[in-house]
């Protein structure tokens, strides 16, 4: 989500290949990284150098026969041949090492439900609180329970040097241990960025932190998905204290009171993907506009109809393959047992507002 484009570099990158190391791992990588880089420079300067050598020291003209100096050297034939083995050998080990270690969670690690889906995240804080962001504690292990509802997906966050794939119809597991608190933004630049554009439709690529004023690390898909795969993008809060995670959690668990619920379901569309796939001005994505929609009549893919009602919206959002509409394939996923009453009361109070 950060636009690397509008950035210096030094700002982008705080190593000369990596972004900042932010979790338990990411020093660990980058050292194998650089071994193995610097180990591959050296053998590759050495054997063109050697290259040019031989063919300026050989170099016959043309016409003349090439001689035969030596037929073979045995202890040199030895020695290119064992010890690039050894380090390849070297490398192997180092590399499985990390690997083993970032494939076992400490006992006791803080778990978090990961979603993936066409073009979205959604975590699982359990209590009944979902949200596209991923908010961590500081120096906490933590383990993420990964799913996909439709195709391979693959979690990335470069900062942690953590990445994973997602595959459909099963369950996987990647753990961490953040290491960089997110920095909080002033008060007043805070109060200037929701006045500007509001909390239902932040844009973080301009404001570079959440809109609970958080700077946050980018967690990206890795594995091309389908149209808006580059889409596929949240973001990471790193919380200094339990009692600043716990109130962040307990805030997004449901409709504060002082918000309406059209305005809650605005926010819904923002927050839980909805956006990705569902216009409000009338245009075609992977389902209808919600343009428009309450109390409209829609065929189906069934030859049957239906009007648009808060009974069908509800069932389209529990169960939304049951009653698909014509000329859209049945790809949304279900959101049963993400979503409160009070929450799909919302959004069905802002998709009314869209049919005024």
Excluded at 207 to 227: H, M, S
């Amino acid at each position: 989500m950060l636009d690397h484009n509008q950035l210096p570099l030094a700002d982008v990158n705080k190593s000369l290949w990596f972004p900042e190391q932010a979790s338990s791992f990411a020093e660990g990588v980058d050292w194998v990284y650089d071994t193995i880089l610097y180990i591959s420079l050296v053998f590759f300067v050495g054997i063109v150098i050697a290259l040019v050598w031989f063919a300026i020291k050989y170099h016959k003209k043309k016409g003349e026969p090439a001689e035969s100096q030596t037929s073979h050297h045995t202890p040199l034939e030895l020695l290119w041949s064992i010890g690039p083995s050894f380090l390849l050998v070297y490398m192997f080990v180092v590399g499985a090492i990390s690997y083993l270690d970032m494939r076992t969670p400490p006992e006791g690690s803080y778990e978090i439900g990961v979603e993936a889906y066409k073009w979205g995240w959604t975590m699982d804080y359990g209590g009944g609180t979902y949200h596209p962001e991923l908010h961590l504690l500081l120096d906490e292990p933590t383990k993420l329970s990964m799913r996909s509802s439709d195709v391979i997906h693959s979690l990335f966050i470069p900062a942690f040097r953590a990445k994973k794939d997602i595959v459909p119809g099963r369950y996987n597991y990647m753990w961490f241990k953040p290491t960089v608190a997110s920095e909080k933004v002033s008060d007043e630049e805070l109060a200037k960025a929701k006045k500007a554009t509001g909390t239902d439709a932040w844009d973080y690529d301009e404001y570079q932190f959440t809109p609970d004023g958080y700077r946050f690390f980018d967690l990206y898909c890795a594995e091309y998905c389908g149209k808006s795969h580059s889409e596929m993008q949240t973001v990471v809060v790193v919380h200094e204290t339990q009692e600043e995670l716990d109130a962040w959690i307990k805030e997004k668990a449901s409709r504060p009171d002082d918000v309406a619920p059209e305005a809650w379901g605005k926010t819904l569309y923002n927050q839980r993907g909805c956006a990705s796939c569902h216009s409000i001005d009338g245009s075609k994505r992977v389902g209808p506009s919600f343009k428009d929609l309450a109390g409209s009549t829609h065929a189906l893919a069934d030859g049957s109809s239906v009007t648009v009602d808060p009974n069908y919206i509800r069932e389209s959002i529990l169960e939304p393959k049951a009653k698909v509409v014509a000329g859209y394939n049945p790809v949304m996923p279900s959101y049963k047992g993400q979503l409160s009453d009070d929450d799909i009361d919302s959004i069905i109070a802002y998709l009314k507002t869209l049919a005024e």
